[in-house]
């Protein structure tokens, strides 16, 4: 196949425009590089989909791109703040990110460069950083009735769901925020939850935050939440869940909606087809990249945010600070290389 060089070709394609993508879209900028952002939801879809309401308990530093930009009402943002202002950077900066466009395949060419297939479109990057979140590829039980209607795999408000018997199933920060919000508002809530996890303290263990765990405590003491600890979950009906306790006990528990907030994981496929090299390791399969140019072991192919080690929004954003400037320098040369022969 035969690609041919246009006024979309780019020095660098950015997969994503999640805080990763939106840093690595500023620095690109800052650098002058031709540059373009693809993003098949929007922006930051992945605050889009964090629960209305939220507070995000990360401090202001760990979330802005440039020091004293977001200044939210109290000292921590809600979600609609930070979704705001991180549109409101792309908009400011004149970023140049395309979104509600879906990336459909990136295939080498013959000259080293990259062709990138989307549903509205086709391009051509000299390097291609892949930066996009994993919220669309949540886990699954592989239980029957995990596809009924009444399954969620996000959690986004609480009132369609006020006096009804929810179950939460999961040990991490998302199931234990979904537990809170229900039983603050009204819903009759368990938490599903395997006692080590309920258990676990250490913040490098994933455990749930303390300012969370705290009012989960305390929404226990006021009976207005149910602690289930965890064998498995055996079956999803119309009106109840069979699950199986730690003990090995079988127990039917009435319900009217199920939440499985039990993680995500990067969809790889597009890199591994590519012919990235992936490992294991405590977060699962990851492509791997050299820690200081994100670059992986294929030549123009970088990786940053939920594709790395760095999974928080602070290691997200800081990342593209680091590379993004020696992928410039980098392209800066070869440049000046090209036009001295």
Known sequence: ????????????IIIGAG???ISA???AEKAGLRYLVIEKGLIANT???YPVGLTVFSTTN??????GDL????????????????????LDNELKIQWEEEVRSVEKTGDGRFFVKTEKGEYTAQNVLFAMGAMDNPRKLGVKGEDLPKVHDHFRETYPWVKKKALIVGGGNSAGEAALFLAEEGAIATLAIFRDDWENDDPKQGCIKYWVKNPLEEQLKNHCLNLFYLGKVLEIREKEVILEDEDGERCVLENDVVFILIGSDADLTKLKNLGVETEFNKYGEVPVYDEETFETNVNGIYVAGHFTNHRHIKGAIEAPR?????LAAKLNAANVMRKNR
């Open 1 to 12: 196949m035969g690609y041919q060089l246009s006024t979309n070709h780019y020095q660098l």
């Open 19 to 21: 805080p990763a993508g």
């Open 25 to 27: 879209a500023y620095e």
């Open 47 to 49: 605050i889009y989909n």
């Open 62 to 67: 760990e979330l802005e791109f440039e020091a």
């Open 71 to 90: 200044q939210p009402a109290r000292e921590k943002p809600t979600r609609e703040e930070l979704l705001s202002y991180y549109v409101r950077f792309v």
């Open 322 to 326: 680091r590379f993004i400037p020696k």
